[in-house]
């Protein structure tokens, strides 16, 4: 079994769950790079107000799932994509809808922090301003300090809103991204290995800022560290060469795999 630690949801935190709207969903998703399928009729449910964390082994197309939630792979050329996603129960694949639209409701951040070359407060007014959200300068930096304070951020940066973002260590930079996500109001935020690049200080950060987060948002994180993924997350699915293995609450899901392909990547027999 994984050397972590785990806490089981209790019997009526599991059934209080099953109540639980579905923020977002997939159905026979399927998608090929050019010739080459890497996903292979993936049906997810991602819980609203819950942290869900997709672990595999690399290549196994965690990033690709991720990504098809906000429209990201329309980016790259000779992507096919086939199957539902939805939203809100609203197909995003819909020819019809905005995509720049899409992705001001759905934040991401990368495994790598990429804030605009900018200050702070700008990084947070920036969306805000041309999406149209807040009226006058005051309501502006009540949102910008909202914002920062959100992302555990605020008494670091409070009397320096004016330096660039780029001058913040990297764990600040991580979550000042995940400021300028928050800052939209979004619906989900993706995050893609969100700690990989930080050290154990700045990831236990992030690791707690999640957890705070899950009440306000839903969060889908995808990461290689088990142990985080067990930190984090409510739900986990656990994934292999483009297909969705297994999918559960993540202390059953490691300690009680129902799937020998699960228990061996749970205990680093492969990885
Ligand atoms: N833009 C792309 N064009 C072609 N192939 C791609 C592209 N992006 C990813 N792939 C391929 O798709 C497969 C799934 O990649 P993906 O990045 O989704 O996996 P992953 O599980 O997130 O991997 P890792 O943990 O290493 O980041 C891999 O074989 C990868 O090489």
Not at 98 to 105: A, E, T, Y
Not at 145 to 155: N, P
Not at 190 to 197: G, V, W, Y
Not at 254 to 261: L, S
């Amino acid at each position: 079994m994984l050397q972590t630690q785990t806490t089981a949801k209790t019997e009526e935190q599991l059934q209080a769950d099953k109540a639980q709207p579905i923020k977002a969903r997939t159905r026979g998703l399927k998608l090929w790079y050019g010739d080459t399928q890497v996903l292979f009729d993936v049906d997810i449910d991602i819980l609203q107000n819950r942290v869900t964390a997709f672990i595999g082994p690399s290549g196994c197309g965690k990033s690709t799932l991720l990504r098809c939630f906000n429209r990201m792979n329309d980016l790259v050329d000779n992507v096919r994509i086939e199957g539902g996603v939805e939203v809100d129960g609203q197909d995003i694949n819909d020819p019809s809808l905005d995509v720049v639209l899409l992705r001001s409701r759905i934040g991401m951040v990368f495994q790598h922090p990429n804030p605009f070359p900018k200050s702070i407060y700008e990084n947070i007014a920036y969306a805000p301003r041309i999406h149209g959200l807040v009226n006058g300068r005051r309501e502006m930096d009540d949102l910008v300090e909202r914002s920062l304070r959100r992302a555990g951020l605020w008494d670091e940066v409070a009397d320096r809103l004016d330096t660039p973002g780029t001058a913040l260590s990297g764990g600040q930079q991580q979550r000042l991204c995940i400021a300028r996500a928050i800052a939209v109001g979004p619906e989900l935020i993706l995050m893609d290995e969100p700690a990989s690049a930080l050290d154990p200080i700045a990831t236990a950060k992030i690791e707690d800022l999640i957890t705070e987060l899950r009440d306000n948002y839903t969060i889908a994180i995808v990461t290689h560290n088990l142990q985080q993924a067990a930190r984090v997350a409510d739900y986990t699915a656990f994934m292999y060469m483009g297909e969705l293995v297994e999918y559960n609450d993540t202390n059953t899901l490691f300690t009680n795999p129902r799937e020998k392909r699960t228990e061996d990547y749970a205990t680093g027999r492969y990885g």
